[in-house]
């Protein structure tokens, strides 16, 4: 399924990058600008980056599920990762509503 179209990057493109990411360290913080520094993209419109948040969670959940790593350490990771992707759905929204708000004024 393709997730960026402006760099066409596909779910698989981007779980291969995870998973690169979690071998390397499975308790690091992953976040679309890591995954796409990784693969040498840049997002362009960042409309993909919730979407990619998901994929991360999903991805590092069943990372970890894999490999039987002890649930409390998954459950404080995974709570980490979704606050994060809260933070971020809420900031996306205020600048949203920002733009929206400026675009009236001018």
């Known amino acids: 399924m393709l997730v960026c179209s402006c760099n066409y990057i596909t779910d698989k493109d981007i779980k291969a990058v995870i998973n690169e990411l979690l071998d390397e360290d499975c308790w690091q ?4 600008g890591k995954v796409y520094h990784a693969m ?3 997002g362009r419109c960042c409309g993909c980056f919730p979407n990619v948040v998901d994929l991360i969670i999903k991805t590092t959940a069943e990372y970890h ?10 459950v404080n990771f995974m709570e980490r990762l979704k606050l994060f992707h809260e933070e971020q759905k809420v900031a996306l929204a205020e600048r949203r509503q920002a733009m929206v708000a400026a675009r009236r004024v001018g």
């Open 65 to 74: 599920a894999a490999r039987k790593t002890e649930e409390t350490k998954v």
């Open 29 to 32: 913080l992953i976040v679309p």
């Open 40 to 42: 040498g993209k840049r």
